[in-house]
């Protein structure tokens, strides 16, 4: 959190990729039957035929490449996990999801932690660091 106070931005995405969402829906989707995992990240898996090992490749939309974010996915995680969004660009994206006559296809860009209700990060850090929070984003914003 003081990271986030100081201006710097956190990577909590990593640490929540492979153990708050990967692992229990990968134990979901073997209770279920499902014999793989597909979301919405943009990043590319391959699995290389000379080592056997799978990797995980920048998506095709370099603006929207999430792999920083999944760079600590496990081999068995990679063996059964999809990224259909890796092929992509948002454009293209954006047209299947109004096609599809989706609402998310006209939704704006979200920067914020997910767990975070749009717009109150600041409010959940000034709750957990009070007037700590408040000194560092005036010291930011004169910066």
């Known amino acids: ?3 986030i106070l100081a201006g710097r931005t956190p990577i ?9 969402k990967f692992d229990p ?17 943009y990043a590319r898996i391959r699995r290389n035929e000379i080592t056997g090992r799978y990797e ?10 999430q792999t920083y974010f999944l760079f600590g996915l496990k081999q068995e995680q990679m063996s059964r996990t999809d990224f259909p969004l890796g092929e992509l660009d948002k454009s293209a ?4 999801a109004r096609q599809a006559s989706l609402p998310v296809a006209e ?4 920067q914020e932690i997910c767990f975070v209700p749009s717009g109150t990060t600041f409010n959940l850090l000034r709750r957990i660091w009070g007037n700590e929070a408040k000194r560092c984003r005036r010291k930011k914003a004169t910066s």
């Open 93 to 96: 994206v954006r047209e299947i």
């Open 56 to 65: 995980l490749l920048r998506a095709v939309d370099g603006a929207k490449d």
């Open 12 to 20: 909590p995405c990593t640490h929540c990729n492979n153990h708050v």
């Open 107 to 110: 939704k704006a860009e979200s």
């Open 25 to 41: 829906l990968l134990v979901t989707s073997r209770q279920i039957g499902a014999d793989r995992l597909a979301t919405g990240h």
């Open 1 to 3: 959190m003081r990271s």
